[in-house]
């Protein structure tokens, strides 16, 4: 049985690994007819692109394009596949974090994509400004589309740049900040730390085995102890599973 997920019209389907093309083809046309937003169907392979850490896919079926146009908690996004990470498995994730956020914040997404969670907070509560920061250059022309899209541009704003380069630049500190980050060695926090207000909130995501779940608890009170922060731990939840007992966590914490 293969695994997929839908962005709009697109399908991305996990084969399972000597599948014949003829079965994939079959499977595609069968889902095209199941799903009838879905125009094309595309393979994920294995190999994941560089710093972004996007997927390669191969296409399979239906009409020959990479870009996607989805619709969320009543948003709706375009994105390339191929060029922009997006897990629309994520949607919930999203509200959650935006049911959070209070009247009048001042909110920072780092590793901001297309600006999913910046748009659902954007447009789901009443913050002050919302800015979202993120290093590729192809996501980052897409967040700004996305941003006028859903007619946001007084709140959001979409920055493309290194956060460590970005961040320490800003004037302003924030009440919140939403570490969406990838699954990358830097856990960015000492960023975070020197952005955030007192009683700031932020939201960090890490990729944990179940049973190294404590390193990520380990990390951040290490993390808060080099930058002179107190911290609280309110929540850790796992946030999506990405491998064999492996999974997203995030941690919501507040610093004193």
Wanted: charged share 35%; net charge positive.
């Amino acid at each position: 049985m293969a695994n997929y997920d839908i962005i709009g019209n697109i399908a991305i389907v996990k084969f399972r690994r000597g599948e014949r093309a003829s079965a994939k083809k079959s499977f595609a046309t069968t889902l095209m007819k199941k799903h009838k937003n879905v125009r094309t169907v595309l393979e994920k392979s294995d190999r994941i692109k560089g710093r972004l850490r996007t997927p390669t896919t191969k296409f399979i079926a239906g009409e020959k394009t990479k870009e996607a146009l989805y619709k969320e908690n009543d948003c709706v996004f375009r994105l390339n596949v191929d060029t922009s990470y997006f897990s629309p498995r994520l949607s919930a994730e999203r509200k959650e974090i935006a049911e959070m956020v209070k009247k009048g914040e001042n909110v920072l997404v780092m590793f901001g994509g297309v600006a999913p969670f910046a748009i659902v907070i954007g447009k789901k509560t009443k913050p002050k400004k919302v800015i979202s920061v993120e290093f590729g250059k192809e996501p980052s022309k897409y967040a700004k589309e996305n941003i006028k899209r859903n007619r946001l541009e007084k709140f959001v704003v979409a920055i493309q740049g290194n956060v460590r380069k970005v961040v320490p630049q800003m004037k302003e500190k924030f009440d919140r900040i939403v570490m969406a980050r990838p699954n990358l060695k830097d856990s960015f926090l000492d960023v975070a730390f020197d952005a955030i207000k007192p009683k700031g909130m932020i939201h960090y995501y890490g990729f944990y085995l179940e049973e190294d779940k404590k390193k990520l608890k380990e990390l951040i009170t290490e993390e808060s102890r080099k930058s002179g922060k107190k911290i609280k731990i309110l929540k850790i939840k796992k946030a999506g599973d990405i491998g064999k007992k492996k999974y997203r966590y995030r941690v919501d914490f507040r610093v004193d």
